[in-house]
């Protein structure tokens, strides 16, 4: 596999830019914009590097709740060399995520994972229930503050969500689940 760019935040956001992120609406404005902040997101809560590249990326493969793949899976490959295997296997995780299959179990130890697109199911490695818990994080939360709606509708649900996985991510990932989702004190 050849060398990583020496700058792959850079090579991704001009190939998100490419295929269109910047002109693909989503809530809170574009699809790029989204991504960046579930980027930065990660950084403040002090994610590693691979996680972050991961964050800038994970919808090039559509998900589960945004069908939107501005990349193919066929075109794996392209992705692997500008944000390295370890970043681009994060992102297909959470690409590949059935949620419905998925979130019951998804904190418990022998979690089962649903991949989407081929129907396997396997077992995740800790780590991996880690990267894939604070990626939801960072992504929910990101749209729960661009979108009152979202986050009238779906606040509660996401709090107990990651009330549920609390013991997956990280303190402050946790500590800003709670302050952005939680119904404010006047609420019924």
């Given at each position: ?9 850079s ?22 914009a989204?991504?960046q ?20 990326c994970?919808a090039f ?9 501005p ?7 392209r ?24 979130y019951?179990?998804?904190a418990e ?9 081929t ?46 996985l ?23």
């Amino acid at each position: 596999m050849p060398p990583l760019p020496a700058d792959p935040v850079s090579a991704a956001l001009r190939l998100l830019d490419d295929l269109g992120a910047s002109a693909t609406p989503h809530p809170g404005g574009t699809l790029g914009a989204h991504l960046q902040r579930v980027q930065q997101q990660l950084g403040h809560w002090a994610a590693r590097p691979a996680l972050q590249l991961a964050g800038l990326c994970h919808a090039f493969y559509g998900t589960d709740g945004f069908a939107t793949a501005p990349l193919p899976l066929a075109e794996r490959s392209r992705l692997r060399e500008l944000i390295g295997a370890e970043a681009e296997a994060i992102v297909y995780l959470y690409a590949s995520c059935d949620r419905g299959a998925t979130y019951p179990t998804l904190a418990e130890a022998d979690a089962v994972f649903r991949d989407r697109f081929t129907g396997r199911t396997f077992v995740p490695a800790l780590r991996s229930r880690q990267d894939f818990a604070e990626l939801s994080a960072a992504n929910e939360l990101d749209i729960a503050r661009v979108d009152a709606g979202f986050r009238e509708r779906s606040g509660a649900h996401l709090l107990a969500f990651f009330a549920r996985l609390r013991p997956l991510l990280s303190p402050q990932a946790w500590q800003d689940c709670a302050a952005v989702l939680r119904p404010p004190r006047n609420h019924r």
